[in-house]
């Protein structure tokens, strides 16, 4: 059964630091291209980010470039995001999305999320 | 970026009515296109990619259409289940833009 568990949410300051983790099972892990995505309280889903599967090439939302790093640890079956720099408007429930495979690029299995909420 | 605009924002519709949703992307996106259903609480989960594949388990009471800039999906037979919030994506280009959504209610 695949499953993706989000971890590391929690209560964190405006500017300061947090590293978010997904830890994938049931799959292949290394063979799936990985994205996070976000959902602010009562609002839409947000794309924020995209790793391919080697690690080759990642992509962000402008709303995060600069300030979130994407990675992953295959041996692990991990998937990571950092955040740097947080602002309010990134309070939110993040999840980890895996891509399909066969193409569609649509976003196939998602963990149950985690929230991240930035105050003071 | 491709802007997706979904409508309507909200609907209501009773049991067994045939209910459509509106997805319009500002460029061409192929059939890079897909649908997510979610229910308070819990995370989406894909039920239409490819615009027009229905995500296996998923019922085939949904249908989906269109190619270009223009899609629907259609929930042919409406059912209580079926109550939720539903999300178009393209997933044509980055960044993956998703539509607004689209909540719908069972009167």
């Known amino acids: 059964e695949v499953q993706l568990v989000e971890s590391g949410g929690g209560l964190v300051q405006p500017g300061g630091s947090l590293r978010l983790s997904c830890a994938a099972s049931?799959?292949?892990?290394?063979?799936?291209?990985m994205n996070w995505v976000r959902q602010a309280p009562g609002k839409g889903l947000e794309w924020v980010s995209y790793i391919t599967s080697t690690s080759s090439s990642m992509y962000y939302a402008d709303s995060v470039k600069g300030r979130f790093t994407i990675s992953r640890d295959n041996a692990e079956n991990s998937l990571y995001l950092e955040m740097n720099s947080l602002r309010a408007e990134d309070t939110a429930v993040y999840y980890c999305a895996r891509r399909d495979l066969e193409g569609h690029n649509h976003l196939d299995y998602w963990g149950q999320g985690t929230l991240v909420t930035v105050s003071s | 970026d491709i802007q997706m605009t979904q409508s309507p924002s909200s609907l209501s519709a009773s049991v067994g009515d045939r209910v459509t949703i509106t997805c319009r992307a500002s460029q061409s996106i192929s059939t890079y296109l897909s649908w997510y259903q979610q229910k308070p609480g819990e995370a989406p989960k894909v039920v239409m990619f490819?615009?027009?594949s229905l995500q296996s388990g998923v019922p085939s009471r949904f249908s989906g259409s269109g190619s270009g800039t223009d899609f629907t999906l259609t929930i042919s037979s409406l059912q209580p289940e079926d109550s939720a919030t539903y999300y178009c994506?393209?997933?044509?280009?980055?960044?993956?833009?998703f539509g607004q959504g689209t909540r719908l209610e069972i009167k």
């Open positions: 490819g615009a027009s």
């Open positions: 994506q393209q997933s044509y280009s980055i960044p993956r833009t």
């Open positions: 049931g799959f292949t892990f290394s063979s799936y291209n």
